[in-house]
């Protein structure tokens, strides 16, 4: 690990401009995609749904609230936590600074600095790895979230901590690693290249080098949306349609009922973040891929093929819980993943989910080491993830094919002004 | 691992015939994408060369070659090692035909089986595992390889062992893990799509249950080109774009002297085919980031952000690599990695690269483990991938910043043409 006054080389870079990734190249500019990452300027005011319609554009960094979480997701997730390293108000500060105007920057496509023989530092390292170089913005959101353990007495936050930033509990089933869980600090980067969310996570971790350290890491995907159809509900690794009843992004009054922090909710510097619930899920995909698939439609709740719920037509149509078969037995069984998650059986509690697939290779019997890497945003996990998950703990079926190995909670600050940083409502 | 009774319920399908995975689902024909999954038919009319300007078209599997080796590369790879777990000349033979229908039917943007109800058999599972439903066929290509040890006593296959299927020697600096190297097959699926190249694997590992079992995986990356340029030579987590040298694949001639292997060449079972040589390179990214540009341009010989040869302008601009400096020391270092990997300096030895990126999370440290993916195809490795690794295992400048943790050799047989099946020319 780099000592601290090295870690100043890598400070942000500001010569090149406005000079997108791809300008800088000497790429001439033109067509829509050179057009969305040609700059600070032109990014900021793009509205972020305009995602939707192109892999390659830019996501506004600034707003109300922090993008990555009522934006459109994308095809690939790049997680990290950090751990401090130093006890320093004053660094910790600093570098939240620093990360937020790389972040910015990364961003709109721009490299967080320049490769120019005219602006390298001579036997200083170039202030960009440079793998990006040449690649859009593809999408990139970079969210940032504070785990319980910074509000410890190492930056004097005790009395800052908000009541919904609770531990977890233990459920019932879990099986998770300490050393894969947790942290102070975490980053998620999205992306609709995997390259260019490897590089946003790469050139935070160098800036934040001598402050945090990287205490572990999550990579995932989704169905590749400029290759599939971008509209049809993604399937997860058990071969089910995973979103269906997600919270709809386009509804302003759900999100504020489900997934953003008031100012009256316990930590009035929160108003307008969000909490997210990290969850990795591993998957025993080999005795699920054995199992009937009347089995598998039972333990879920709907039907493979289609995606609707057990007994219906079609994907979208509403669930008849109290609907029973010819057997006499009810037709989505009481203990059907879908039924125990449902709203209806959990006070109305809700979840906006960005859920990604994992494949970490093999494990040490040859099986996938593959699931779900389940990430949930909410106002508050004690009266959504947790009820929820300690019903599902207990009772889902589906915990027969399913173990959660790591496992996070985060409170993800408002979103930044064109002057402001990472946490200034809770740092300033 | 499931008894071999158990496999046969995983036996190809075949009732639902030519219908595409999306229109099994219902979803009405049309468009450039659903035509190019329509079916074996359209796909088997198809050129190879189509799928470089549709990310989602299907590439033909029948062929003179294997696909998957001089056809274009595609964003993702799946590859995964399995040891034989009987020794029967009979089930290694039965599987090799299961195993390339479903090839077949999978690069043609098939599902392995249906999911219909009126074609599943009550309590047995289905016959595919449904997480690629819907998503076109996206390039997919499967290539099989065999590995030395498949040529020992236990199949009778001893006297067929190629000569040019020589045990890769020891090189200075390797730091092989045994565990995650070599295997009786290998399978290696690309596509455009991280969940198609999964789906795929994940099928072949069903029908294989009991009679193969995996060893180890490796997925690998990159960048998105249906977001990104396609045409652009991708860079690599060095941040150096890899690759502009590479062999070019749309020259016969050239595949014929350095990739294909001939009737005369020792194995006459292996005319049309290749020898794969696969080496998972970790790269030590931390300290080549935190090296100066300058030293990271001398390590690889040509300039970061052009890619052109050190002193030379452009990317495609060929070496002089009798130029000397103002300091009248040569351009391109006499350590430099091009200039040892360079065909001169080789006796024209020269490979077929289909290299990915690799991000396997973090180490115990908190460093990126990640790298290089590396997989060439040549001819001979006696006269190609060894000496020209010998050279640069001694020599290599950027030994200091990477270290080769995964290896294998891998004996690819020709094509299979309507009626074979993969490795017929070895087994009939």
């Avoid at 960009?128 to 940032?144: H, K, Q, R, V, Y």
């Avoid at 509000?151 to 908000?162: M, Y």
């Avoid at 985060?410 to 064109?418: D, E, R």
Wanted: glycine letters at 10%.
């Amino acid at each position: 690990m780099p000592d601290r006054p090295h870690r100043r080389r890598y400070r942000v870079g500001v010569t090149e401009g406005n000079l997108s990734r791809r300008r800088f190249l000497g790429i001439a500019a033109g067509g829509a995609a050179i057009g969305a990452t040609a700059g600070l300027g032109a990014a900021a005011v793009r509205s972020r749904t305009d995602a939707v319609s192109s892999p390659h554009a830019a996501v506004p960094f600034d707003g109300p609230h922090q993008a990555g979480i009522s934006t459109p997701v994308q095809d690939r997730v790049h997680f990290t936590a950090f751990d401090l390293t130093v006890a320093n108000h004053f660094e910790m500060i600093t570098l939240l600074k620093e990360w937020t105007l790389a972040a910015r920057r990364l961003t709109a496509g721009l490299p967080s600095g320049s490769l120019d023989p005219a602006d390298v530092v001579p036997d200083d390292p170039p202030s960009d790895t440079g793998e990006a170089l040449g690649l859009p913005a593809s999408g990139l959101t970079l969210t940032i979230g504070f785990g319980p353990a910074l509000f410890d007495s190492r930056l004097g936050l005790t009395g800052q901590r908000p009541p919904a930033l609770a531990d977890l509990p233990y459920f019932v089933n879990d099986s998770i690693d300490p050393a894969l869980s947790d942290g102070d600090l975490c980053i998620q980067a999205c992306a609709n290249d995997p390259q260019v969310a490897l590089h946003a996570i790469r050139q935070l971790t160098r800036i934040g080098a001598g402050v945090v350290h990287p205490r572990w890491s999550q990579l995932g995907f989704l169905p590749s949306r400029a290759v599939a159809d971008p509209q049809a509900t993604p399937r997860n690794l058990q071969g089910f349609k995973d979103g269906t009843q997600n919270l709809d992004i386009t509804q302003p009054a759900l999100l504020d009922e489900h997934v953003w922090a008031g100012a009256d909710d316990g930590a009035s510097w929160m108003a307008g973040g969000s909490y997210l619930v990290s969850r990795r899920i591993r998957m025993h995909l080999e005795p699920w891929d054995a199992s009937p698939l009347e089995e598998q439609e039972a333990t879920i709740g709907r039907h493979k093929s289609s995606g609707a719920p057990l007994g219906r037509a079609s994907e979208t149509e509403s669930f008849d819980f109290a609907a029973v078969g010819s057997d006499g037995k009810p037709r989505v069984p009481l203990t059907a993943h879908v039924r125990l998650a449902h709203p209806d059986h959990n006070d109305g509690a809700r979840l906006l989910r960005r859920g990604y697939s994992f494949v970490d290779g093999l494990d040490q019997a040859g099986h996938f080491n593959a699931g779900l890497f389940f990430l949930a945003y909410q106002r508050d996990p004690r009266r959504q993830f947790v009820p929820i998950q300690r019903r599902l703990s207990r009772n889902d079926s589906l915990n027969e094919y399913i173990t959660h190995t790591s496992s996070g909670v985060w409170a993800c600050p408002p979103g930044v002004g064109p002057q402001g940083y990472w946490g200034d409502t809770l740092f300033r």
